[in-house]
């Protein structure tokens, strides 16, 4: 079953520095996301991206934060000066659509901001 | 704020009963509603949709939906020891494209 992929699993990082976040969508999906789970807290929603653009945002999802689909396969989250409060699991998920189509999600990316 | 409340838990029920997971939602746009379950340091994984409101049914899961109540819920008959995870409600928002999770009900299924 085709799956979503994440790298790396865990990225650790000092505080000021940038990181992207890599994921592989399934292939036939049009509409991808980044979500965010700090440690024993829910699954929070940062963006979703649709036909080359951000087609919806959160109020976590401010000018620290930017995604790129920089070929036909990849989607990247870049988080430009990273903050201790960055530490969290970040998901990546796609859908074949909108609406009644359900997100399917990658195993994330452990972020240890020191 | 589009809100997805759930009790978190925990809720502890015997193996082989019936365990009920209730989810209310803000929005009253919101046409998707999703039951994901969550295993401690993995992602979630999907086990139904529902779209209408009335019951659907997917081997020993039923979910419930009652738009006009803005409540759904996830019934899991027989459960199992295996069953014990975190589930989280998640509910489309009116723009179609974002799901917003609840903060999940651990459940805890004792042998």
């Known amino acids: 079953e085709p799956e979503v992929t994440q790298t790396p699993s865990h990225q650790v990082t000092q505080m000021g520095q940038e990181v992207i976040l890599r994921c592989v969508p399934i292939?036939?999906?049009?509409?991808f996301y980044w979500y965010r789970q700090i440690l024993g807290q829910k699954v929070e929603f940062l963006v979703s991206?649709?036909?080359?653009?951000?087609?919806?945002k959160s109020e976590i999802f401010d000018d620290q934060f930017s995604v790129e689909r920089p070929d036909g396969s990849n989607f990247t989250l870049k988080i430009r000066s990273t903050k201790l409060e960055d530490s969290a699991m970040y998901f990546c998920?796609?859908?074949?659509?909108?609406?009644?189509?359900?997100?399917?999600f990658g195993n994330g990316t452990r972020l240890t901001v020191t | 704020q589009k809100e997805v409340e759930q009790n978190s838990g925990p809720l502890s029920v015997p193996e082989g009963a019936i365990a009920s997971l209730n989810c209310t939602y803000s929005?009253?746009?919101?046409?998707?509603f999703f039951w994901y379950r969550q295993y401690s340091g993995k992602s979630p994984e999907l086990i139904m949709s529902?779209?209408?409101?009335g019951d659907k049914e997917d081997g020993r899961f039923t979910a419930q939906l009652n738009k006009a109540s803005q409540y759904v819920s996830l019934l899991i008959r027989d459960s199992q020891p295996s069953d014990s995870a975190t589930y989280l409600c998640a509910v489309g928002s009116n723009s179609g494209y974002a799901l917003n999770f609840g903060k999940g009900t651990s459940l805890l299924v004792t042998p």
């Open positions: 529902i779209y209408s409101n």
């Open positions: 929005d009253r746009g919101s046409q998707s």
């Open positions: 292939s036939n999906h049009l509409y």
């Open positions: 998920a796609s859908r074949a659509g909108q609406g009644e189509s359900p997100l399917h």
């Open positions: 991206f649709y036909n080359n653009e951000i087609s919806e």
